[in-house]
């Protein structure tokens, strides 16, 4: 397995292997990160191969690959179909996305995305953008607060969590991750604190990022972008992710309710390649303990 001080990858040759490479195709990773899937394809591509790779952080500009087949933009994925239609093409062979946050922000002591360490509040993916988790901390309503919580973080007592951020932040502004922890206290049991901790900032993360939309829309799109025989690979970290994935490829919706046509044969834009979720091996999970929450789930557009 490739290591960068970035990012490794998660399940990087269970996924690449997962897009069934054409060496002449063109194929798409749309959370470029550290570059480590992107290297793996290109490595099966021959000289009439295309890879186009997307990440929204200037940080992985760093990482870009000097590539004649290769294709760099500096985006958010939600985007695929505008920048396929600005290369002009119709249609790919694969797509691949490595969802969730690369060891590179959660390491970064000064992005605000891990409660390991003191920063500002920020954990935008783009800091172009505009939505601070401070922002959100400070400006949100009690029920909205309550909702990302639960919601995105999966926890029964978001109200109660809520009410306190609402509380606190009348003496004082929530700009720093020790505020925050500091109101998390009453909340927070010590054999669960880290657990707790991560649904937390978790939840905070993907709503400063709108990663939730943003992976609807790439799935939505991810159908007429693709060409029959085509190939999707998603690996998900929290079941909010894989749930999503896992409905859209069995059903073509994000419910997972199966239209049957006339005949009474489901009408599916996918066919499942792996049926049973693929997770990292034991021997992975141990090199890299940051892979164990992976799931990857791979479809064939029909």
Do not use: W
């Not at 002449?24 to 570059?35: L, N």
């Not at 749930?243 to 239209?259: A, H, I, Y």
């Amino acid at each position: 397995m490739e290591m960068t001080a970035y990012h490794t990858p998660a399940l990087l040759f269970e996924s690449v292997d997962g897009l069934d490479i054409r060496p002449g195709g063109v194929y798409v990773d749309v959370t470029f990160g550290g570059g480590g899937h992107s290297r793996e394809i290109l490595s099966r591509l021959n000289s009439e191969g295309k890879l186009i790779a997307f990440d929204q952080d200037e940080d992985a500009l760093a990482n870009r690959i000097d590539d004649a087949r290769f294709i760099f933009e500096r985006a958010n994925f939600r985007f695929l179909k505008n920048f396929l239609r600005y290369h002009h093409i119709d249609s790919v062979d694969g797509i691949l996305a490595d969802l969730g946050v690369s060891s590179h922000h959660f390491d970064d002591e000064e992005r605000g995305f891990s409660f390991r360490f003191p920063a500002e509040l920020d954990m935008r993916m783009n800091r172009t953008a505009q939505k601070t988790a401070a922002d959100i901390l400070n400006d949100y309503s009690e029920e909205k607060l309550s909702d990302v919580f639960y919601y995105f973080g999966e926890l029964n007592n978001a109200r109660r969590i809520a009410a306190a951020i609402v509380t606190a932040r009348k003496q004082q502004k929530i700009n720093h991750t020790t505020d925050f922890l500091t109101v998390l206290e009453p909340f927070v049991a010590r054999d669960k604190e880290k657990k707790i901790l991560a649904r937390l900032f978790q939840a905070l993360r993907i709503e400063v990022n709108d990663e939730m939309s943003a992976l609807q829309e790439l799935l939505v799109q991810s159908l007429s972008a693709l060409k029959p025989g085509g190939r999707l690979c998603i690996i998900s970290y929290h079941s909010l992710e894989d749930r999503l994935v896992k409905n859209f490829m069995k059903s073509g919706n994000f419910k997972g309710e199966v239209v049957k046509d006339f005949y009474g044969n489901a009408a599916t834009p996918f066919t499942l390649i792996n049926r049973k979720v693929i997770t990292p091996s034991e021997e992975e999970q141990t090199v890299n303990p940051r892979s164990r929450s992976a799931k990857l789930r791979i479809a064939e557009k029909k």
